[in-house]
């Protein structure tokens, strides 16, 4: 665990500990990542060792429980996922694209840190292990089917990863697990569906939850295997089945365990559910109740004062067009002195018929779409279409580039009506 910051005034820093300095081990423990150093140093006795200058140096610390040293780590490296699975959006890109774009996640840690979802593939028992004993919870599980020669199909990995054993022994040790199945139609619905929610219901209450989102496809889909998209008639016709496995698979206090992502409504023009659908269930991330937690933030806001006549653009995906258009737009356009211009962005580098939302856009869509149009004075879109790090578009542009091309300040956004404000006014 190499160094990165030492904060000022922190034990760190009394230590005269130094970035570059390396942490090798807590209590004689080895330090291997992040999680093992935020276990170990919650004691409030602790013989520390340090590699400083290629010398190894110790150091017995007596501080509070809740005490930290003010330390800040170099990234670690994540574990790659060994499947490769038939939908994976990863070999759904063509080349050209930002790096991240390419790898596969499969790192029990990021799940626990981010919410990212993994298979478990990965996982031997004794990192099964690890997450007991230190309580990673909760954990996030791409489960997909559950029928054991249906996932050696679908994942196209070489032997049984006994899912379900992992899943019994994480619970029982009062690991909280939120489930995800990624529905592709003619391989993992109908029967294997059935049997893949009642497989895993089985472990409730600690399997918290099981988000069914529909399979995302590109055009550039050349070698792989076919699945065939998802159409207004299937999408009809899953929202209807999940109604029906909904009322079968509760938890017993009566609460919700298997849920739809937003996508499934705005595909076929309805409304997403109220509020008390996700029965405080926070899987926003995976694009269940993210149109809900939207609308809520926007229902009830400080409607703010412009001095000057304001002029914006505001873009978007095509999949939330409906909600801007009709309901959210126009609220902005009441407010005295501010006009917004709306902007659907079709998706052409992925397929415009296969991929619609928002943060899938690309700079050479927004920039072509936008090109030699009436502007106002900035345009706005939501900060989906960067990188975790804010810094760049899926086809590795800034926000710099895509703004010197326009002609006119390109800025990100929130879901909030402040930061919204916010950016509009600068």
Known sequence: MKIKIVHENSLGAELGLQPGDKIEAIDNSRVRDILDYKFKITDDQIRLKVRQNGELVEYDLEKDEDDDLGLEFEDMRIRKCANDCVFCFVDQNPPG??????????????????????????????????????????????????????????????????????????????IELHSQVVLCPTWNDGVFLEKTIADIHQYAPMARSMSIVPVGLTKHRDGLPFIPAITTEYAENAISLYEEFDKRFKHADGSRFLVLSDEWYLRVGKDVPGCEYYDNINLEENGVGQVRDFIEKWTDFDIPIFEKETRITIGSGKLISDTFRNWFIPKLNAIPNLTVNYIVIENHFFGKDEVTVTGLLTAQDIIDQLIDTDLGDKVIFSDRILNDEGSLTLDDQTLGDISKTLKVLLEITGDSPEQLFNTIRG
């Open 97 to 174: 694209m930002r790096s991240g774009i390419y790898f596969r996640d499969g790192d029990f840690r990021m799940s626990f840190l981010h919410g990212h979802y993994i298979t478990l593939t990965n996982m031997g028992w004794k990192e099964l292990k690890r997450v007991v004993e230190q309580r990673l919870t909760p954990l996030y599980i791409s489960v997909h089917v559950t029928d054991p020669d249906k996932r050696l199909e679908l994942f196209l990995y070489g032997k049984d990863d006994n899912l379900l054993s992992k899943f019994e022994y994480l619970t029982e040790n009062g």
